[in-house]
């Protein structure tokens, strides 16, 4: 059974940074495209970044300010969020291939 645990989610100032991690089990995510999502209130999920072996691509909104990163030993993808700002507030979720986590919370107080 597949499972993508999220952690790391929280209330943080803007400015503020947060690591959140994706803990998998039943699938070795080397293997494959992972990505955190975001949803909002009232508004769709949305890509945030994702990663495969051997590149990284991250949505307009947060270049330069999240980094995704990957640890094949421990089967963990991360997601380094630096100068939050309140729109990154939402449920973070670890996303891959037809896997999702429960999400985790983040919330950036203004």
């Known amino acids: 059974q597949v499972q993508l645990v999220e952690s790391g989610g929280g209330l943080v100032q803007a400015g503020g940074s947060l690591r959140l991690s994706c803990a998998a089990s039943g699938i070795i995510i080397s293997y494959y495209v992972v990505g955190w999502y975001r949803q909002a209130p009232g508004k769709q999920r949305e890509l945030v970044a994702s990663?495969?072996?051997?590149?990284?691509n991250y949505a307009e909104s947060v270049k330069g300010r999240f980094t995704i990163s990957r640890d094949n030993a421990k089967n963990t993808v991360y997601l380094q969020m630096n100068s939050l700002k309140p729109d990154d507030t939402g449920v973070y979720y670890c996303n891959s291939f037809v896997h999702w986590g429960q999400g985790t919370q983040v919330t950036v107080s203004s």
């Open positions: 990663i495969t072996s051997g590149s990284t």
